[in-house]
């Protein structure tokens, strides 16, 4: 049986962990709920993020009957737990994301944000520093002062952290700099020093998750969240920043993969159809690029197995999305079962999908994968 390495799962922090780990004087400057009237309203800082209605919990969904997003489950926060529904869905190891915290990159004051990002990362740290084989620590990285971005990376590689997530969309509104923008080259050039990997989760950066309203929201809203990193890819490309520090490492987690190869042809056919106004001119193509820095995870998506002749196969990260009802668990052994159904494939490139891409890319701590 081929290892197994989830390029997708989630931590679920105790609720209090931003409110009470932050300093007094920077609470109300963080990730925070508060009553008011009917309602418990989520909050970075003074902006609303959510609101739900006191007494009213998530639906029930599936065949397990637990709340939706499945946020009480044990193995969520207490390792034995977590490895115990790892082994019933028939995974070895996983890289694991924060819950609460991805709306971290909301958090418009900067001391707040890297005193946020450095709670979670403590107490991720903590959680899985004896874990390693099992267990790939993301860290949260602060980008409202690049200064603090590449000290917090610095700090997380001292603790053998080999990811962070970046926002997978930067809101015009946000204050935070295109991608577009060489305001980025120290942290990426602190990437390529460090080997350490920048994660696109999805939905992250977003002012708001839903995008649509009204009839088909429900399967809108999610979809296009793929066109995150569909556009966050296409620009670190074009602007030249990937170009700039070839030995960084992006990847795209939870927005399908089939995407990719439709944007290197693209955009390779762009590149040359209007060279004459292509600013800045790259060393190599768009789609080469592409090839050589950028991943993605994918849960069903079975044409990016088809179209691995322009992006290469490790490219691709097969994820569950742990604990998330959108994703494969508890069912993620039939799914690796089918698969490949009916796609010619050799061994190699199916084991480097369902495990051994994410394992080498994110180098867990086992030897048949350090150094690959």
């Not at 007494?55 to 044990?74: A, K, M, V, Y």
């Not at 860290?139 to 997530?165: C, H, Q, S, W």
């Not at 602190?190 to 429900?218: I, M, P, Q, W």
Request: hydrophobic content about 40%.
């Amino acid at each position: 049986m081929n290892f197994v390495f989830s390029a997708d799962g989630h931590l679920v922090e105790p609720s209090d962990l931003f409110s009470e780990g932050l300093p007094p004087s920077l609470r109300p400057l963080g990730l925070r709920s508060e009553k008011r009237d009917d309602y418990i309203f989520s909050l970075a800082g003074d902006k609303v993020l959510n609101k739900t209605r006191i007494n009213t919990g998530p639906p029930r969904l599936g065949p397990d009957g637990e709340p939706f997003g499945r946020p009480d489950r044990r193995g969520n926060r207490e390792i034995d737990f977590r490895l115990k529904d790892m082994a019933l869905d028939g995974v070895d190891a996983e890289i694991v994301f924060s819950s609460l915290g991805l709306t971290a990159f909301l958090i418009e004051h900067p001391e707040a944000e890297l005193a946020s990002a450095q709670v979670y990362n403590g107490w991720c740290h903590g959680l899985l520093k004896d874990h390693t084989d099992a267990f790939v620590r993301c860290g949260i990285l602060p980008v409202r002062d690049f200064r603090n971005t590449v000290a917090e990376m610095e700090r997380l590689a001292k603790l053998g952290f080999t990811a962070g997530m970046l926002p997978s969309v930067i809101e015009p509104d946000s204050g935070i700099p295109s991608y577009q923008s060489d305001a980025w080259d120290p942290v990426f050039a602190a990437a390529e020093r460090l080997g350490f990997v920048f994660v696109l989760h999805t939905g992250t950066g977003r002012n708001d998750v839903r995008s649509f309203r009204g009839a088909g929201g429900a399967v809108a809203n999610y979809t296009v969240q793929a066109c995150d990193g569909f556009i966050t890819i296409m620009l670190m490309v074009a602007s030249g920043l990937l170009d700039r520090f070839p030995g960084a490492k992006v990847c795209v987690i939870e927005g399908g993969a089939s995407w990719m190869a439709a944007l290197a042809e693209r955009m390779d056919e762009i590149y040359d159809a209007h060279e004459a106004f292509v600013r800045p001119k790259l060393s190599i193509l768009p789609s080469e690029i592409i090839a050589r820095q950028v991943a993605c995870s994918f849960q069903y998506d079975r044409a990016c197995i088809m179209s691995r002749s322009i992006t290469g196969a490790r490219a691709l990260m097969w994820g569950a999305d742990y604990p998330h009802h959108e994703g494969t668990f508890p069912r993620s052994k039939d799914v690796l079962a089918h698969l490949f159904d009916g796609i010619e494939i050799s061994e190699s490139d199916q084991a480097g999908i369902i495990g051994g891409n994410a394992a080498r890319l994110f180098r867990l701590n086992r030897p048949e994968f350090v150094g690959g």
